[in-house]
């Protein structure tokens, strides 16, 4: 600094007030003898703005699949939806396919054309989880948006493989939209947390919520989520949680609204049937009979898995609701293991004299009855004793459906943690329970019966038609289109392990469904409308529309009272800071 400027500085800083000086205003800070804009600022004549040139190597000319902008435009896009395990999963992902094409997003089948791939998954088994984490990979060495969804991230949402993706927990899937639309802008979103009402455990997400069924002619439908069971091996458990059943009514209003869109066949569905209720003081026959009631003349019910202890406290009514026309006489019982010892390892909370007890009541009541179940092979405290007592039960009662398992440690679970048996003794079990259930041919003996069928599906070789009849025995009649949602007469001509062939007896074929059915990949329970958007077929309320409206915009799990304070609290920040910048500018 020359000395004449810091002789004027030191001119300018005495005559200043000092900190011990009172200032009637700000303003006397600022006197006649400081520097003047034009002093402050003159020495900068010679700077010059230096405009910044873009990379030569960024071309921006025709870059369509990346496109540099700052923004997207929701619901104009593709979107893959991949779901893997059971029904209650499936019905998971026709409603999430459901809402992102009542948005206005396209559903595709084709992976390679989708801008967002959902994958919606399945913990029961290693395999399953497996093809899961390699579709992921897949998709990711394809450059492509990736939401997960389903039990595998809800029960282990820390897994590395899925470190950086967008998830959605089992009871938020009504909101797969905005998870959607946030992961197509970039942004990784994680939505968990459980629907509660006065701190207990809901259903899941209203059961009206638009789908898109893979078949129009059944409609799958959740009765409940979780369980009441603590088994040792179940990683579902961890995901989908404790018993939250729905309301009867909700279930009867979702299928009588199925019915209406001409759906000939409902699936109930869950973890446990058999547990329906206990946590809202119903029980699962009472909502049977209830069904029964919207059921149309020739539309049939089925009903989904169930535990023994559970179904053990209504065999009596059970068996009422399997002998009755609409309803399929069939149940799918578990066993999984036929020594005591291995059950009480593997928590299941009942005994083998309890299982026999179902299938035996049942077969005596509901002549016919088909009755399924499961097995486990190598469970870590099996021994070759106890194996040969399951193959004992699998011999004297034939089942005419066996579901054979292999064991597989699912992590974070006790059974994880047992020793295991060696995986070749494991595989020769399973080889050996096989080979016993291909032995013996449960159809053979109804070749010449005449039956009653409902035509629902196309088999998988594409050659047949796929119908069932009261016992949910599959039959296969010729692949002809009028048959299809059809009650037809058959006579059974021959029989295969798990199918039997039938031969139609008229031309005459009974029509069912009280609608036509939608057509495939439409959107079930939304209407159209001039501008070609969609809205859901039930008007909402005003109060119902604020409560949806003020979920988009808040936290997952808030209470509505909260949600309300929160947007009243951000309303007031924003007014005044409009009030502040209005007086300021007021001032200048």
């Not at 057509?519 to 958007?533: A, F, L, M, R």
């Not at 799990?557 to 304070?565: F, N, R």
Request: charged share 25%; glycine share 6%; proline share 6%.
């Amino acid at each position: 600094m020359s000395e004449k400027h810091y002789e004027r500085d030191l001119k300018i800083c005495s005559k200043m007030p000092t900190c011990g000086d009172l200032l009637e205003d700000i303003e006397d800070m600022v006197s006649s003898n400081d520097l003047t804009p034009e002093e402050r600022y003159g020495s900068r004549k010679n700077i010059f703005p230096r405009v910044r040139r873009k990379p030569k190597d960024l071309d921006i000319s025709n870059n369509e699949n990346n496109p540099l902008c700052d923004s997207v435009i929701p619901g104009t896009q593709s979107i893959y939806v991949k779901t893997w395990g059971c029904s209650h999963n499936n019905s998971d992902g026709e409603y999430m396919a459901g809402q992102l094409a009542a948005y206005g997003y396209r559903i595709t089948d084709t992976p390679n054309d989708a801008d967002l791939w959902l994958l919606n998954s399945c913990t029961v088994k290693n395999p399953a989880e497996d093809h899961f984490r390699n579709t992921i990979s897949r998709a990711q060495k394809d450059d492509k948006k990736v939401v997960v969804a389903g039990c595998v991230p809800q029960g282990q949402p820390r897994a590395k493989y899925l470190k950086g993706l967008s998830v959605i927990g089992v009871q938020q899937i009504d909101r797969v939209v905005e998870v959607v639309e946030e992961t197509l802008k970039g942004h990784n979103v994680r939505l968990f947390g459980q629907k509660k009402n006065h701190g207990k455990k809901l259903g899941g997400a209203k059961l009206d919520l638009p789908k898109i069924r893979k078949n129009p002619l059944i409609e799958i439908i959740a009765i409940n989520t979780g369980c009441l069971n603590q088994c040792t091996y179940c990683k579902t458990k961890h995901a989908r949680g404790e018993l939250g059943s729905y309301p009867p009514e909700e279930i009867v209003s979702r299928a009588r609204q199925s019915f209406e869109e001409g759906v000939v066949e409902i699936w109930l569905t869950s973890e446990d049937t058999g547990a329906y209720g206990k946590d809202i003081g119903v029980t699962l026959p009472e909502l049977l009979w209830q069904l029964v009631e919207v059921i149309p003349e020739g539309c049939m019910l089925r009903v989904g898995m169930t535990n023994p202890p559970y179904i053990l406290e209504h065999l009596e009514e059970m068996a009422k609701v399997l002998s009755h026309p609409r309803v399929y006489a069939f149940l799918h019982v578990p066993v999984q293991a036929a020594s005591d010892s291995v059950l009480m390892d593997m928590r299941r909370e009942y005994c083998l004299a309890d299982f026999k007890q179902v299938v035996d009541f049942l077969r005596e009541r509901v002549p016919g009855v088909t009755i399924a179940t499961d097995v486990i092979c190598g469970f870590p405290t099996e021994t070759p004793e106890d194996f040969e007592e399951t193959l004992r039960l699998v011999e004297e009662y034939q089942f005419p459906s066996l579901f054979i398992n292999q064991f597989f440690p699912r992590p974070g679970t006790p059974a994880a943690k047992m020793q295991r048996v060696p995986p070749q003794e494991v595989k020769r079990r399973t080889k050996a329970i096989s080979e016993l259930f291909q032995s013996y041919r449960p159809y053979d003996h109804k070749v010449g019966e005449i039956h009653n069928v409902l035509v629902t599906e196309e088999s998988h070789d594409k050659k047949f038609y796929v119908a069932h009849n009261k016992y949910y025995d599959q039959v296969l009649v010729p692949k002809d289109e009028k048959l299809l949602g059809k009650m037809v007469t058959v006579e059974i001509t021959s029989t295969g392990k798990h199918y039997l062939m039938g031969r139609l007896l008229s031309d005459h074929v009974t029509k069912v469904a009280i609608a036509t059915p939608l057509p495939k990949g439409t959107v079930s329970g939304v209407q159209e409308v001039p501008d070609n958007t969609t809205v859901p077929t039930q008007t909402l309320s005003k109060s119902t529309w604020f409560q949806h409206h003020l979920s988009r915009i808040t936290p997952a799990g808030m209470p509505l009272w909260m949600q309300v304070a929160a947007v009243v609290l951000a309303i007031a920040v924003v007014l005044d800071l409009c009030r502040i910048v209005y007086r300021v500018s007021a001032k200048f």
